[in-house]
Structure formats: C-alpha cells, structure tokens
C-alpha cells in the first residue's frame, strides 16, 4: 500500500509527435440505443470519429439477487442479460467503429467492506469481466470483438469525503483484477483513469489520485515510493475546462485541457519508473470532453468561439500527447429540462433532422494557425485521418489566395511553419476533393470564463 502525497493501437506516449494519430471518438448514453441508433452512428461515423464509447452497467446485465449456482465468470451464465448490449455492440461494429467499453455500477451483491468502506469487490469485478471479455473475444459466433477495456468511470469520485484517503488504494486492486481478466485474450488493451478533473468534497484530486494509484512521489523529479505496481496500457481523463484551450484548473492537482501536459509528465514518470506493467507502449487518451454552446445554452460558448476553440482544443491535446479524444456528446439534450447542451448537432424530431453545429466541422477537419515571432505555425488533420496533399489558403482582400501545400502523414496529421505574420485567416483545403477547413483566426483570442456546461 502506498499514500503519495484501428489505428486506435498505432499511438504511444514514446511515438514522436509527428507519428501520433489523432482518434476522435463520442460518448452518449442516449444516442446509440434504441431505434436512432443506427441514424447517430452514421452521423458519429460522418463526424470523423473511429471509436464510441459504451457503457456497461453491470447492474443492469447481472440478477438483481444472485442466485443458487451461478457462476459470475461464464459469459453462457443464464442470470446474465447481454440482450441490450449484444445489438448495440453488433451495430456499432456493422458501421465499422471501435467499441471502448466502460464497466461500472456494481449490483448491491458485489458491494463488500473495501478498506472499511463500502465498495465494489474487485474479486466479484474481476469475475464480471471476465465473462464479458470472454463474450466479446470475438470466439463467439454472432457476436462482436471488442479491444478496449475501461476499468470504471471517474474512480476519483467518492460517496462521501471520508472515503477519499483510500480511493486509490481500492482502485489500483480493481484495475489490477481487471486486467487479469482483459488480458486474458490477446490484443485486448486495459482504460485506467477516466478521471474526474476536479478535487471536490467528494472527489479526489486528479493529479493526487494518480499519483497515489501509481505510487509516485510529488515534485518534478518523481520518484517511486514503494515497489506496488498498475497493470493498463492506456490512461485516460476528463480534462473539462471552464475557458478556453488554454485555460488551467484553479487548484493545484486538478486537471483542466492546459494541464494535460501536467499529467501526461505524470503518465511519463510512472512508464520510466516502471509503477506500470503493459506489453505494449502506455497511451495516453481524453475520453470524455465538451463545452455546452450557445444557442441553445444561453451561459455556454458563443457557437463561432466554440468552433475555433474546439480546433484548437483537439490540436492542444494532440500536442501534449493524446491520440484519442471523445467528445460528450452527439446531439444536444431536450429542453427544458437538461443541463447537456454539448451535441455537435442541435436537438430535433430525430438525427435525419438534426443540424450540425459549426465545431462539428471543427471536429471533423481541425486546423490551428498561430503567429510565432515571425513566422505562423498550422496544423491540422484531415478528416479522414489519411495522407494526401492539403492546400493552406489565406483570406484576402480579393479571396481567399493559396500560401502553400503541405503533405499530411499515415495518420493524417499535418504541419508547417510559414513565412508570413500578415494578413486574415487562414484555413486549410484537401487538394483532392476539395473539403475544407473553417477559417482560423491570427489574431489572438483572450481567453473567457465559461462553465463546461453552462452554469
């Protein structure tokens, strides 16, 4: 114990930046069940995303009572309903996306005394996943395969304040039980974190909890402090932002979209210190993130500034080393009533109806364009994540003018740094076909205080 104070698989934290994909993903509990599901993966899939992110409530598979002989590990146990999962997993698949699968909400009878708490039994957790591993190896005729793995969502978060000092303790046994059962079929590929950006009263600091579960000392030059180690190849967070891409959290340890390379020094120092155990290189993922817009949300981003800073938030992830990035969520929530205004598409009758917004172009084909001395840095990534020839333009007084052309690698990501500080907005355009970037801005954008959803 220690207390410290698709191409999907193609990335890794020691890849250089220009080898690194940039995955985009949505999470939406609403939108990829039920009989829209079908019309909002082909808008997800039409989005530039590779991957969705599924949640799995085991409460909601398992019997509410366990009974007589039931055998928790078998993915054939009968007091198992899969039903519901089976056909979403399948569709998903059919529209040739990655499923990222999220176990969380343990039934009454998976609850023990954890450290003096009440908390889901790794042992009983470890069971679970493994017959959903099994289920879902891709062995099983009809059903789908799935590769990743999360071991809960935001595990930060806590009942009460006085199960904080132990949160991570009981963590780091649920990941390493889980993982025992994910790695039992080869390829398959552990989630951990998934954390909550803000220390609260009943949520564990994120950079505080991370340090805990691997075992890290404070400071810079982190050091190990016992020999416990974390079993996962991929480490995930919510890094919500009450600003803009640039915006830092407002207390020490939490985690905001500024601070990612805060944490992505973390992930390096436990890889290098060997706190975590992986056959293959540690990544380093987002996979929950948004900001509400306006309209409809009348405190959320203005929708031109939530266009830009989505652009902009993709690329600054990007560089501080993420190569996945999952977007809450596909369409707006009804109104009144919900609090998520964060869709990419506006409410409506059904997805066939439903409107995009301008950073569902700001998702699907990010560009950035920066002055720096005297010179102005791009970036970008092609829609479709692959190679080929893309036209930078700027904005004239006559039009738009061709500055240069620049080559997008295997993973569609592209770059360059031109001599030219001068001038209006400059947006990038596929040689071939034509689809283009939204203009991007060179002046530059104070940041603004706006809460991740609104209020």
Same mark, same amino acid.
């Given at each position: 114990?220690?207390? %410290? $104070?698709?191409?999907?698989?193609?990335?890794?934290?020691?890849?250089?930046?220009?080898?690194?994909?940039?995955?985009?993903?949505?999470?939406?509990?609403? %939108?990829?069940?039920?009989?829209?599901?079908?019309?909002?993966? *082909?808008?997800?899939?039409?989005?530039?995303?590779?991957?969705?992110?599924?949640?799995?409530?085991?409460?909601?598979?398992?019997?509410? *009572?366990?009974?007589?002989?039931?055998?928790?590990?078998?993915?054939?146990?009968? !007091? =198992?309903?899969?039903?519901?999962?089976? %056909?979403?997993?399948? &569709?998903?698949?059919?529209?040739?996306?990655?499923?990222?699968? =999220?176990?969380?909400?343990?039934?009454?009878?998976?609850?023990? #005394?954890?450290?003096?708490?009440?908390?889901?039994?790794?042992? #009983?957790?470890?069971?679970?996943?493994?017959?959903?591993?099994?289920?879902?190896?891709?062995?099983?005729?009809?059903?789908?395969?799935?590769?990743?793995?999360?071991?809960?969502? #935001?595990?930060?978060?806590?009942?009460?304040?006085? &199960?904080?000092?132990? %949160?991570?303790?009981?963590?780091?046994?649920?990941?390493?039980?889980?993982?025992?059962?994910?790695?039992?079929?080869?390829?398959? !590929?552990?989630?951990?974190?998934?954390?909550?950006?803000?220390?609260?009263?009943?949520?564990?600091?994120?950079?505080?909890?991370?340090?805990? $579960? &691997?075992?890290?000392?404070?400071?810079?030059?982190?050091?190990?402090?016992?020999?416990?180690?974390?079993?996962?190849?991929?480490?995930?967070?919510?890094?919500?932002?009450?600003?803009?891409?640039?915006?830092?959290?407002?207390?020490?340890?939490?985690?905001? &979209?500024?601070?990612?390379?805060?944490?992505?020094?973390? $992930?390096? !120092?436990?890889?290098?210190?060997?706190?975590?155990?992986?056959?293959?290189?540690?990544?380093?993922?987002? *996979?929950?993130?948004?900001?509400? @817009?306006?309209?409809?949300?009348? $405190?959320?981003?203005?929708?031109?500034?939530?266009?830009?800073?989505?652009?902009?938030? /993709? =690329?600054?992830?990007? @560089?501080?080393?993420?190569?996945?990035?999952?977007?809450?969520?596909?369409?707006?929530?009804?109104?009144?009533?919900?609090? =998520?205004?964060?869709?990419?598409?506006?409410?409506?009758?059904?997805?066939?109806?439903?409107?995009?917004?301008?950073?569902?172009?700001?998702?699907?084909?990010?560009?950035?364009?920066?002055?720096?001395?005297?010179?102005?840095?791009?970036?970008? +990534?092609?829609?479709? +994540?692959?190679?080929?020839?893309?036209?930078?333009?700027?904005?004239?007084?006559?039009?738009?003018?061709?500055?240069?052309?620049?080559?997008?690698? +295997?993973?569609?990501?592209?770059?360059? #740094? /031109?001599?030219?500080?001068?001038?209006?907005?400059?947006?990038?355009?596929?040689?071939?076909?034509?689809?283009?970037?939204?203009?991007?801005?060179?002046?530059?954008?104070?940041?603004?205080?706006?809460?991740?959803?609104?209020?």
């Amino acid at each position: 114990m220690c207390l %410290a $104070l698709l191409t999907l698989a193609a990335s890794s934290t020691a890849a250089p930046r220009s080898e690194r994909p940039l995955e985009t993903a949505f999470v939406d509990p609403d %939108a990829f069940i039920g009989t829209e599901a079908d019309a909002a993966l *082909t808008k997800a899939k039409a989005a530039g995303a590779s991957a969705i992110k599924v949640p799995l409530f085991w409460s909601l598979i398992a019997p509410v *009572t366990r009974p007589s002989g039931f055998k928790p590990a078998s993915p054939t146990e009968p !007091a =198992y309903n899969w039903v519901q999962l089976d %056909a979403q997993l399948r &569709l998903i698949r059919a529209h040739r996306l990655e499923p990222i699968v =999220y176990i969380a909400a343990a039934p009454k009878w998976a609850v023990r #005394e954890v450290h003096g708490f009440s908390r889901p039994d790794p042992a #009983e957790y470890r069971a679970f996943a493994l017959a959903a591993v099994q289920r879902y190896s891709g062995a099983t005729r009809g059903l789908p395969r799935v590769r990743y793995w999360q071991a809960w969502n #935001e595990p930060n978060k806590v009942a009460d304040r006085s &199960l904080k000092p132990t %949160a991570a303790i009981w963590y780091r046994t649920l990941v390493n039980a889980f993982a025992a059962s994910v790695h039992s079929r080869a390829g398959n !590929a552990v989630v951990a974190g998934g954390l909550s950006p803000f220390g609260i009263s009943t949520a564990v600091a994120p950079l505080a909890f991370m340090r805990s $579960l &691997l075992c890290l000392s404070v400071g810079a030059a982190s050091h190990k402090t016992n020999s416990t180690r974390v079993r996962f190849d991929i480490w995930s967070t919510h890094p919500y932002t009450a600003g803009g891409p640039t915006h830092h959290a407002y207390r020490a340890d939490d985690v905001s &979209l500024a601070d990612l390379p805060e944490m992505k020094a973390v $992930l390096d !120092a436990a890889v290098r210190t060997g706190r975590i155990v992986s056959k293959q290189p540690v990544r380093f993922w987002v *996979t929950e993130f948004s900001w509400d @817009s306006a309209p409809p949300d009348p $405190l959320g981003v203005p929708a031109a500034l939530e266009a830009r800073w989505v652009a902009e938030a /993709l =690329y600054r992830m990007w @560089s501080s080393g993420g190569s996945l990035v999952t977007w809450f969520s596909l369409r707006d929530r009804p109104l009144p009533g919900s609090p =998520y205004q964060s869709g990419l598409y506006f409410q409506s009758s059904s997805y066939a109806r439903s409107r995009p917004k301008p950073a569902l172009t700001a998702f699907r084909f990010p560009f950035v364009a920066f002055v720096r001395s005297n010179k102005v840095f791009v970036w970008g +990534r092609t829609p479709t +994540r692959a190679s080929g020839s893309v036209v930078v333009e700027q904005q004239r007084s006559t039009g738009w003018r061709r500055v240069t052309v620049v080559q997008a690698d +295997r993973f569609g990501i592209f770059s360059d #740094e /031109l001599r030219t500080t001068t001038g209006g907005a400059m947006r990038a355009r596929l040689a071939t076909g034509g689809t283009r970037s939204l203009a991007f801005s060179l002046k530059r954008v104070p940041d603004r205080v706006f809460q991740p959803f609104g209020k």
